[in-house]
């Protein structure tokens, strides 16, 4: 979680009195990780067809809910999570 908010892969938050707002992806943090992360992302959803396995799954399964760019950003962000640890 401190990962993808130090690389600024996730929206920025507001919160005041137990109201949480979620704003949208900051461009703050390390621009490199970020600039490597998105292509990744992008270039894994377009060779989608070609794998199999639960990341996949998972990928498609966002991809009938929500549009191209959010799930970008998603995968983006576990990405980073997977090579963080």
């Known amino acids: 979680m401190h990962f993808a908010a130090a690389t600024g892969l996730v929206p920025r938050q507001y919160s005041i009195g137990g109201r949480t707002t979620l704003l949208g992806i900051s461009k ?13 992302a992008r270039l894994f959803i377009q060779k989608l067809e070609q794998q199999s396995g639960k990341l996949v799954d998972w990928v498609r399964e966002l991809l009938c809910r929500k549009w191209n760019f959010i799930v970008i950003c998603a995968l983006a962000n576990k ?5 963080w640890h």
Not at 29 to 38: A, P, S, Y
């Open 79 to 83: 990405l980073g999570r997977i090579a």
């Open 28 to 40: 703050r943090g390390n621009k490199k990780i970020r600039t490597l992360l998105f292509p990744c």
